[in-house]
């Protein structure tokens, strides 16, 4: 088997959440080599051995980003996700609050593209 972290019988699983998940799973392991090289390069003490583990860093992190785009175009839920907070301006946990001050008949975004959302509206006494 490719993966020991399946939760669920193969055969009960669609091709899209067999994907998904293997998807997710490669995420998973770039970020873990992100995480990796940049540590042995903070601990590394030869410059040139410590810019090459930077590089591969990078790299870890370019693979990343490709199957991130990946999940994105293949899952609403994920663009809608990316769409609200990647690439923003305003501090991270006002991203959310600033979306829903626009109201619901206001466009939330300059794309033409944006997916449609389901909302089962704010959940926060005013």
Known sequence: MSSESYHEPLDALSTETRLMHQALTSIQEELDAVNWYRQRADACS?????????????????????????????????????????????????????????????PTSTSNNKLSQFTIGNMKEK
């Open 46 to 106: 030869d410059e040139e051995l410590k810019q090459i583990l930077l590089h591969n860093m990078r790299e870890e992190i370019e693979h990343a980003c490709m199957v991130l785009e990946w999940v994105r175009r293949r899952n609403p839920d994920f663009a809608s996700q990316m769409e609200t907070y990647l690439f923003t301006k305003a501090p991270i946990t006002e991203v959310e609050e600033e979306e829903e001050g626009k109201g619901e008949d206001a």
